[in-house]
Nanobody
Protein backbone atom coordinates (compact mmCIF):
# COMPACT_ATOMS: atom_id res chain seq x y z
CA UNK A 1 0.00 0.00 0.00
CA UNK A 2 1.32 3.41 -0.97
CA UNK A 3 -0.08 6.56 0.58
CA UNK A 4 -0.01 10.01 -0.99
CA UNK A 5 -0.89 12.94 1.24
CA UNK A 6 -1.80 16.37 -0.03
CA UNK A 7 -3.59 19.56 0.93
CA UNK A 8 -1.29 21.26 3.40
CA UNK A 9 -0.28 24.88 3.30
CA UNK A 10 -0.27 28.20 5.12
CA UNK A 11 -3.48 29.31 6.78
CA UNK A 12 -4.40 32.02 9.24
CA UNK A 13 -5.56 31.19 12.73
CA UNK A 14 -9.26 30.42 12.71
CA UNK A 15 -9.12 29.13 9.17
CA UNK A 16 -9.68 25.69 7.70
CA UNK A 17 -7.70 23.17 5.72
CA UNK A 18 -8.64 19.81 4.27
CA UNK A 19 -5.99 17.16 3.87
CA UNK A 20 -6.31 14.18 1.57
CA UNK A 21 -4.59 10.81 1.65
CA UNK A 22 -4.99 8.59 -1.39
CA UNK A 23 -4.09 4.94 -1.06
CA UNK A 24 -2.72 2.97 -3.99
CA UNK A 25 -3.26 -0.70 -3.44
CA UNK A 26 -5.79 -2.87 -1.76
CA UNK A 27 -7.43 -1.56 1.40
CA UNK A 28 -9.27 -4.42 3.06
CA UNK A 29 -12.05 -4.05 5.60
CA UNK A 30 -9.68 -4.83 8.48
CA UNK A 31 -7.57 -1.76 7.74
CA UNK A 32 -7.54 1.53 9.54
CA UNK A 33 -6.38 4.75 7.93
CA UNK A 34 -5.58 7.84 9.85
CA UNK A 35 -3.49 10.88 10.57
CA UNK A 36 -0.64 11.78 12.86
CA UNK A 37 1.19 15.05 13.17
CA UNK A 38 4.65 16.07 14.26
CA UNK A 39 5.77 19.52 15.26
CA UNK A 40 9.47 20.44 15.43
CA UNK A 41 11.13 18.97 18.48
CA UNK A 42 8.05 16.96 19.46
CA UNK A 43 6.98 13.37 19.19
CA UNK A 44 4.58 12.21 16.54
CA UNK A 45 1.05 12.78 17.83
CA UNK A 46 -2.10 10.83 17.05
CA UNK A 47 -4.76 12.95 15.35
CA UNK A 48 -7.53 10.68 14.07
CA UNK A 49 -8.21 7.29 12.56
CA UNK A 50 -11.01 5.64 10.62
CA UNK A 51 -11.89 1.97 10.39
CA UNK A 52 -12.16 1.12 6.72
CA UNK A 53 -14.66 -1.66 7.30
CA UNK A 54 -17.40 0.15 9.20
CA UNK A 55 -16.30 3.78 9.01
CA UNK A 56 -15.88 4.14 12.75
CA UNK A 57 -13.82 7.17 13.73
CA UNK A 58 -11.55 7.94 16.66
CA UNK A 59 -9.79 11.13 17.61
CA UNK A 60 -6.88 12.28 19.67
CA UNK A 61 -7.60 14.07 22.91
CA UNK A 62 -8.96 17.59 22.46
CA UNK A 63 -9.08 17.41 18.65
CA UNK A 64 -12.59 16.09 18.17
CA UNK A 65 -14.92 18.94 17.45
CA UNK A 66 -12.41 20.86 15.35
CA UNK A 67 -11.08 17.99 13.22
CA UNK A 68 -13.15 15.51 11.22
CA UNK A 69 -11.89 12.41 9.47
CA UNK A 70 -13.87 10.94 6.60
CA UNK A 71 -13.39 8.74 3.56
CA UNK A 72 -14.36 8.13 -0.03
CA UNK A 73 -14.31 4.38 -0.49
CA UNK A 74 -14.53 4.60 -4.26
CA UNK A 75 -11.36 6.69 -4.34
CA UNK A 76 -9.54 4.83 -1.57
CA UNK A 77 -9.04 8.21 0.03
CA UNK A 78 -9.29 9.48 3.57
CA UNK A 79 -9.70 13.15 4.42
CA UNK A 80 -8.95 15.30 7.44
CA UNK A 81 -11.04 18.44 7.69
CA UNK A 82 -9.45 20.84 10.13
CA UNK A 83 -11.42 23.87 11.31
CA UNK A 84 -10.78 26.69 13.76
CA UNK A 85 -7.07 26.15 13.34
CA UNK A 86 -4.65 27.43 15.96
CA UNK A 87 -0.94 28.18 15.71
CA UNK A 88 -0.27 25.11 17.86
CA UNK A 89 -1.75 22.96 15.08
CA UNK A 90 1.30 23.79 13.01
CA UNK A 91 3.03 20.52 12.13
CA UNK A 92 3.82 18.05 9.42
CA UNK A 93 0.76 15.87 9.01
CA UNK A 94 1.27 12.23 8.05
CA UNK A 95 -1.30 9.75 6.89
CA UNK A 96 -0.88 6.17 7.96
CA UNK A 97 -2.52 2.81 7.39
CA UNK A 98 -2.39 -0.56 9.03
CA UNK A 99 -4.33 -3.76 9.29
CA UNK A 100 -5.82 -5.56 12.27
CA UNK A 101 -5.15 -2.81 14.75
CA UNK A 102 -6.98 -2.95 18.02
CA UNK A 103 -8.41 0.15 19.66
CA UNK A 104 -5.66 0.44 22.24
CA UNK A 105 -3.03 0.63 19.50
CA UNK A 106 -4.62 3.35 17.39
CA UNK A 107 -2.50 6.05 18.94
CA UNK A 108 0.83 4.28 18.54
CA UNK A 109 2.79 5.15 15.39
CA UNK A 110 4.59 1.81 15.54
CA UNK A 111 1.25 0.04 14.96
CA UNK A 112 1.01 1.32 11.41
CA UNK A 113 2.72 -0.40 8.51
CA UNK A 114 2.28 2.24 5.83
CA UNK A 115 3.03 5.95 5.87
CA UNK A 116 2.60 8.81 3.49
CA UNK A 117 5.28 11.40 2.90
CA UNK A 118 3.81 14.11 5.13
CA UNK A 119 2.33 17.47 4.31
CA UNK A 120 3.14 20.72 6.11
CA UNK A 121 0.39 22.74 7.72
CA UNK A 122 1.42 26.14 9.06
CA UNK A 123 -1.05 28.24 11.01
CA UNK A 124 -0.12 31.88 11.39
CA UNK A 125 -1.33 34.00 14.28
Amino acid sequence: VQLQASGGGLVQAGGSVRLSCAAAGRIDSDYVMGWFRQAPGREREFVAVLRWGNGGTYYGDSLKGRFTISRDRAKNTVYLQMNSLKPEDTAVYYCAAGSRLIYSSFGQPSSYSYWGQGTQVTVSS
